[in-house]
């Protein structure tokens, strides 16, 4: 299994960014699919975006399109989350994931198999 690591969550206004960046050990990083989970208190973890493994192919949720990019680089082990135009609803620990089966979507949590962390992501109003 890979092991991940997210970093850049923190507490931003309203209409504020942020980029979440998950750093990935190990030299097969370009053979996993990686996402983007997070969960609010009191909620479960949902899923928030997702990139297949060259990049060619991403998928969001409805909630956060047209204001999250997914991104990766491959040479540098990492995925990165580009949030704009965050909203108070947009608070909770971000995970990072990585599987391994077939990319179509991988909006589901089962289809991952390594999970970072987490990272806090809060969005005053």
């Known amino acids: 299994q890979v092991q991940l690591v997210e970093s850049g969550g923190g507490l931003v206004q309203s209409g504020g960014s942020l980029r979440l960046s998950c750093a990935a050990s190990g030299r097969t990083f370009s053979s996993y699919f990686m996402g983007w989970f997070r969960q609010a208190p009191g909620k479960e973890r949902e899923f928030v975006a997702s990139?297949?493994?060259?990049?060619?192919?991403?998928s969001y949720a409805d909630s956060v399109k047209g204001r999250f990019t997914i991104s990766r680089d491959n040479a540098k082990n990492t995925v990165y989350l580009q949030m704009n135009s965050l909203k108070p609803e947009d608070t909770a620990v971000y995970y990072c994931?990585?599987?391994?089966?077939?990319?179509?979507?991988?909006?589901?949590?089962?289809?991952?198999?390594?999970w970072g962390q987490g990272t806090q992501v809060t969005v005053s109003s």
């Open positions: 990139i297949s493994r060259a990049g060619s192919r991403t």
């Open positions: 994931a990585a599987g391994q089966g077939t990319y179509y979507s991988a909006t589901y949590s089962a289809e991952y198999n390594s």
